[in-house]
């Protein structure tokens, strides 16, 4: 993740405040119309981004394949080349291979970041040997754990992998090794949470985010913060599959909702506290049902993470949206904000006004692309 400097460029046109508690919804703010991308213009840009590295400048992400996956989705196929023009100096070569991983060492190899090439060869090889459902339940279960790596970018470009295999005509070679990128750069930095005490019970998703206490020192980045955390709240604990998905949409909801009232904390990071346990249950449709009620608990820990370590100890006002879903989204994609465009992804699927309002305050707090 970018650490520059934020400046604040103010595009919404409205100039009304709103109480951070008013959460007034229409249908008119909800997302009804599947703009799949079917142009081959998203499997395209896949192949130019698989000869880069996940990461650059040490560890920040590579999030260009996340962002044309959002654009795509939501009918910008024909700003994605220029997206990824614009974005391209950012990027780095993939690193050297070090060893192959095997069925018999991946251990030694989890949780290694010099061994992300090998990691990628070897989901490369699993998925072309077996269908790509079958390796994901296979090793959803062994990352999960580590939903944390990379300040939980592998687990969302996972997410955004999945979502584009589950479309219509989505089982292309380019997305099956999408997955395998993602699936690789999540091994590689594999990151367990520590041990942290149970606080009390919250009785729903936004009073577990807020009763997230922020960690004692909010400066450096996120596995300096990461390293500070102790506690979180007792939240998500549903054990039938149908519950856990219920709970994990409230999350979801919950995160974005919060961005509208908190997001200025630290925008561009904050961010993750949604599309994370978004991206979790993007992937539910293609998990056996067994593996629903952990993956609400990992998605709980990762978001409940990221709000430790940003949220600001004060709410400010938001503006409410007034535009509908499809103009939300042109605001991001000319905005250019890789975090944003993910952000306001996650927030149409939500819908409603404050998703809305929520994702026209991710494009007023992050630094624009163009």
């Known amino acids: 993740m970018d650490t520059t400097d934020m400046n604040i460029t103010e595009t919404t046109e409205t100039t009304e405040t709103t109480d951070p508690t008013e959460t007034t919804e229409t249908a008119e703010t909800t997302k009804t119309t599947d703009t799949t991308d079917t142009t081959g213009i998203l499997d395209e840009a896949l192949e130019r981004l698989h000869t880069t590295g996940p990461e650059r400048n040490g560890w920040l992400t590579n999030h260009a394949p996340m962002a044309v996956e959002a654009?795509?989705?939501?009918?910008?196929?024909?700003?994605?080349?220029?997206?990824?023009?614009a974005y391209a100096p950012k990027l780095e070569e993939a690193p050297a291979p070090y060893a192959p991983v095997t069925a018999g060492n991946w251990r030694e190899a989890l949780g290694d970041p010099v061994r992300i090439t090998d990691w990628t060869r070897f989901f490369a090889r699993e998925l072309a040997d077996r269908p790509w459902r079958e390796v994901l339940a296979e090793w959803w279960p062994r990352l999960l754990p580590g939903i944390a790596a990379g300040a939980t970018h592998p687990v969302i470009r996972t997410g955004h992998a999945v979502r584009t295999l589950l479309a219509p005509g989505g089982e292309t070679a380019p997305r099956r090794a999408e997955l395998a990128h993602a699936l690789g750069y999540w091994a590689a930095r594999h990151l367990p949470l520590p041990r942290l005490t149970a606080l009390p019970v919250a009785p729903d998703a936004a009073a577990a985010l807020a009763a997230v206490p922020p960690v004692p020192e909010q400066e450096g980045g996120f596995r300096e913060r990461f390293a500070q955390l102790t506690a979180v709240p007792?939240?998500?604990?549903?054990?039938?599959p149908g519950a856990a998905r219920e709970r994990l949409a409230e999350l979801v909801t919950a995160a974005v909702h919060r961005y509208a009232t908190h997001g200025h904390g630290e925008p561009i990071m904050l961010v993750h506290a949604a599309t994370a346990p978004n991206a979790v249950?993007?992937?539910?449709?293609?998990?056996p049902r067994d593996l629903w009620a952990p993956s609400l608990a990992a998605a709980w820990s990762a978001s409940a993470v990221v709000t430790a370590a940003y949220t600001p100890r004060e709410a400010a006002a938001y503006a409410p949206a007034g535009l509908t879903p499809e103009e939300v989204f042109a605001r991001a994609a000319a905005h250019g904000d890789d975090h944003t465009i993910k952000f306001t992804d996650t927030a149409l699927d939500v819908g409603g006004e404050l998703a809305l309002a929520a994702a026209l305050r991710s494009v007023e707090l992050n630094p624009p692309q163009f």
């Not at 654009?71 to 023009?85: I, K, P, Q, T």
């Open 281 to 287: 249950l993007r992937t539910l449709p293609a998990l």
């Open 234 to 240: 007792v939240w998500g604990t549903e054990t039938d």
């Open 71 to 85: 654009l795509a989705r939501n009918g910008h196929a024909a700003a994605v080349h220029r997206w990824l023009d």
